[in-house]
């Protein structure tokens, strides 16, 4: 390959890489990220977006029936309108985790946005259920060089992605997901959506009825769900 033939594909691939290191689960550009379970016998589910009236009630009702604890990543402005039900789930021993103040794509967000979007939803959190976070989840997933340093200023220690998603925020994703969630092994953390982060009460019926049938299946293959700490 001749050198200008290198020099023009050298910024598609740097871009590419760069894409790669900000959105997908397994990177570590930006710094490490936890993306499993504590063992082969357990599985991490996780709920973004919330709380949601519509929905997170009935579903810390479903995970109490099969015995099952998770992590909820809420919004802080969510937080705010329905703090009794931040304080309901921590009650019932599941863990809440820091998805930021109004959900903003971090990637090339400022430092100082990212410290002041972590320290509202921490702040919102700690009122509703007297617990501060440790842990916290990028919307997206999306990531930059900027988040580490962050964190640091927030409060928090540890970045969680994921290994498995369930894609149960549109229609196609919601028609496949019995089927998508067959993958689920022991040592996954998996994602799952309660609420919206455009609106409160969004019908994440979808999501309660795929649970309600791997839930006691997932328990036959002797995982147990738990929470992130």
Not at 3 to 13: D, F, G, Q, R
Request: net charge positive.
């Amino acid at each position: 390959m001749a050198w200008s033939e290198i020099l023009a594909v050298a910024p598609v691939t740097a871009g590419g890489v760069l894409a790669w290191g900000a959105y997908h689960p397994a990177s570590s550009l930006f710094g490490r990220t936890l993306r499993h379970a504590p063992s082969g016998q357990t599985i991490a589910l996780t709920f973004d977006d919330g709380p949601n009236p519509a929905i997170t009630p009935h579903l810390l009702d479903i995970l109490d029936r099969h015995g099952a604890r998770v992590t909820f990543f809420v919004i802080g402005r969510w937080v705010r309108a329905y703090p009794a039900i931040v304080r309901e789930a921590v009650a019932r021993g599941h863990a809440i985790g820091n998805h930021t103040e109004t959900h903003p794509n971090l990637i090339f967000a400022p430092k100082q946005r990212i410290v002041a979007e972590l320290v509202q939803c921490q702040a919102a959190i700690e009122e509703a259920a007297g617990v501060r976070p440790s842990l916290m989840r990028p919307p997206w997933g999306a990531r930059g060089p900027q988040l580490q340093a962050a964190l640091g200023e927030s409060g928090l220690s540890q970045v969680v992605m994921w290994s498995l998603l369930a894609r149960d925020w549109y229609p196609r994703g919601k028609r496949r997901l019995r089927t998508r969630l067959e993958r689920a092994i022991g040592g996954d953390i998996v994602v799952f959506h309660d609420g919206f982060h455009v609106m409160l009460g969004a019908d994440r019926q979808d999501t309660l009825r795929a649970l309600k049938y791997w839930l006691p299946r997932w328990t036959d293959a002797g995982l147990t769900c738990v929470p992130l700490t």
